[in-house]
């Protein structure tokens, strides 16, 4: 029979609704429904591109008293088959305004997203991935992109619970990626040094690892060692009176009734702390998260039996119960003994690196090329432009003596002296004789015209 959600579970998608380890649990008695305030803020992020997206959709539908009853009488079943995303039909017209609004958001922000990743790929003859594109959209319904409907809770569901599938996966493949670069670039450097520096080079990691591994023993996740030192050294309780169901009710911090993979995981910080120090040279902060990954997939694996990605009580008792639970054996072997990479999977990503420099070379010298290129562009530019204004500069300079030339020369007190023709100068008068220079002309209009003198032969 699928396991029924608790009454006072946190009213959450990702607890009892996805079965996704309630790392956004909000508890019923801490969030009422008609609380504005904004949980997201304070849940720890999942690590999925629509992380936000999700919580908003939780939030808004922690406020509707109809969904919040349907999903105390929810099981697994009914979550996981989308029986539960029919009865959206019945939730109030407010919930549905506002998951109307937030869907509208996500399809604007997918849509930004898939712009800017595709201009930042443009480039000619690109053939664009459209099946990897409309993947984005798979956590809601693309088709309808104004409504929030049932089927857009049930893609939710699905796709988150596919994704947080993947995600310890994606983690594992980014850390062994990781650890074979670092590996890369220690031989590049040992191989730049010369002979008595590569060895004393080499003298010092082999130190350096030795002093890592002297650390104490380390118990094995889960196991009775490990629970009883937090029980008396975190806890501040009596080893002697170890009580698993007492542990568990100290340690699920939400009160929710299921330990989630975040309240797992502050289990193991003791056994971390005796590994790696931030202080430490020789230990790496990345391989003590790959270490914490691993503890809390081992308890799962042991303790999860439904694999629900949540540890109810009834299961961790029934841990308790188990032979392995008091083994203590030879405690928990550390990341540094599992090698991430073989020396195969190493050369086939030196080679992968060696072709990606080589485009990158390659592109930076086309980039350098052009670049010389626009250089000499911009100087035969720079060139016409000088040209253009020593030109400018002579026409003007021509205007401005051609103006000078034919400007009227001017009196000593600053007139204009205007000049005539040398036909139309007159003549000045001798000096001591100062008449009127227009007398002549004055006589000649006061004397009579002459008669024409008649003609003898007509006589």
Known sequence: MPTSVPRGAPFLLLSPLLMLSAVLAVPLDRAAPNQEENQATKSPDTGLYYHRYLQEVINVLETDGHFREKLQAANAEDIKSGKLSRELDFVSHHVRTKLDELKRQEVSRLRMLLKAKMDAKQEPNLQVDHLNLLKQFEHLDPQNQHTFEARDLELLIQTAT????????????????????????RRRYLESLGEEQRKEAERKLQEQQRRHREHPKVNVPGSQAQL????????????????????????????????????????????????????????????????????????????????????????????????????????????????????????????????????????????????????????????????????????????????????????????????????????????????????????????????????????
């Open 162 to 185: 596919r994704d947080l599938a993947q995600y310890d996966a994606a983690h594992h493949e980014e850390f062994k990626r990781y650890e074979m670069l670092k590996e890369h670039e």
């Open 228 to 459: 009883k030192e937090v029980w008396e050294e975190l806890d501040g309780l009596d080893p002697n009176r170890f009580n698993p169901k007492t542990f568990f009710i100290l340690h699920d911090i939400n009160s929710d009734g299921v330990l989630d993979e975040q309240e797992l995981e502050a289990l193991f910080t003791k056994e971390l702390e005796k590994v790696y120090d931030p202080k430490n040279e020789e230990d790496d902060m990345r391989e003590m998260e790959e270490e914490r990954l691993r503890m809390r997939e081992h308890v799962m694996k042991n303790v999860d039996t439904n694999q629900d990605r949540l540890v109810t009580l009834e299961e961790f008792l029934a841990s308790t119960q188990r032979k392995e639970f008091g083994d203590t054996g030879e405690g928990w072997k550390t990341v540094e003994m599992y090698p991430a990479y073989t020396e195969e999977e190493l050369r086939r990503f030196e080679e992968e690196l060696a072709a990606r420099e080589a485009e990158l070379n390659a592109k930076a010298q086309r980039l350098s090329q052009e670049t010389e290129a626009l250089g000499r562009s911009q100087d035969r530019l720079e060139a016409q432009k000088r040209e253009l204004q020593q030109a400018v500069l002579q026409m003007e300079q021509r205007k401005q003596q051609q103006q000078e030339q034919n400007a009227p020369p001017s009196k000593p007190e600053g007139q204009l002296q205007f000049r005539a023709d040398a036909d139309d100068v007159p003549v000045p008068a001798p000096a001591g004789d100062q008449k009127d220079v227009a007398a002549p002309e004055k006589k000649a209009a006061e004397q009579p015209p002459e008669l024409p003198q008649p003609d003898s032969q007509h006589l």
